[in-house]
C-alpha cells in the first residue's frame, strides 16, 4: 500500500515538473520572439543562426537535421540569410563538392545581442532567488538536460 502511494505522488511530482518545464518553455519562446520584434529575423532564421554560432559552418543537410526542416525549406531560408549578409556559403577546402554555411559578422552580432537580452531577462527572473537556490537550478537543469541527451 506505502509503494503504490509512493509511487502515485512520485508521478503527480514527474507529471508537475513536465507542466512546469512546457509553460517555461513557452513564457521563454514568447519572450524571445518579442525580443527578435526588434531585428530583421524571423524567429526561424535565429534558430539557425544560433546553430552555426554553436557548432561553426555546417552543410544544409547538417543544419536540416538539427532544425527537423526538409532540405529545401532550409536552403530557402539560408537564401534569405544570405540576402542579408546574416550567412554565406563557402566550399570546403578538403572536398570542393561540399558547401557550408558560414556566420558573417553581421549574423553574430544579432546572435549576440538577442542571447544577451534573453539573459537579462532570465537574471531579473532570477532576482528573489538566492545564489544556492540559481546554482542549484543551474546544477539540476544541466543533469536533466545530460540525461536527456543520453537517452
Not at 28 to 41: M, P
Not at 54 to 65: A, H, P
Not at 97 to 123: A, S
Request: glycine share 2%; aromatic share 6%; with cysteine.
Amino acid at each position: 500500500m506505502i509503494n503504490k502511494s509512493v509511487d502515485k505522488e512520485k508521478l503527480d511530482v514527474v507529471a508537475d515538473i513536465e507542466k512546469d518545464l512546457r509553460y517555461i518553455s513557452a513564457i521563454i519562446k514568447q519572450k524571445g520572439r518579442e525580443i527578435l520584434s526588434n531585428y530583421t529575423i524571423t524567429p526561424p532564421q535565429f534558430v539557425a543562426l544560433q546553430w552555426l554560432f554553436e557548432d561553426g559552418d555546417m552543410t544544409i543537410g547538417d543544419l536540416s537535421n538539427k532544425m527537423f526542416l526538409a532540405c529545401s525549406t532550409t536552403t530557402d531560408l539560408v537564401d534569405r540569410m544570405e540576402k542579408n549578409d546574416l550567412v554565406m556559403r563557402v566550399k570546403d577546402p578538403n572536398d570542393r563538392r561540399v558547401v557550408r554555411i558560414h556566420l558573417l559578422k553581421e549574423g553574430e552580432r544579432i546572435i549576440d545581442e538577442v542571447i544577451q537580452k534573453r539573459q537579462i531577462y532570465l537574471q531579473e527572473l532570477l532576482q528573489n532567488f538566492s545564489a544556492d537556490e540559481v546554482f542549484n537550478l543551474k546544477d539540476n537543469l544541466m543533469k536533466l538536460h545530460q540525461e536527456m541527451k543520453e537517452k
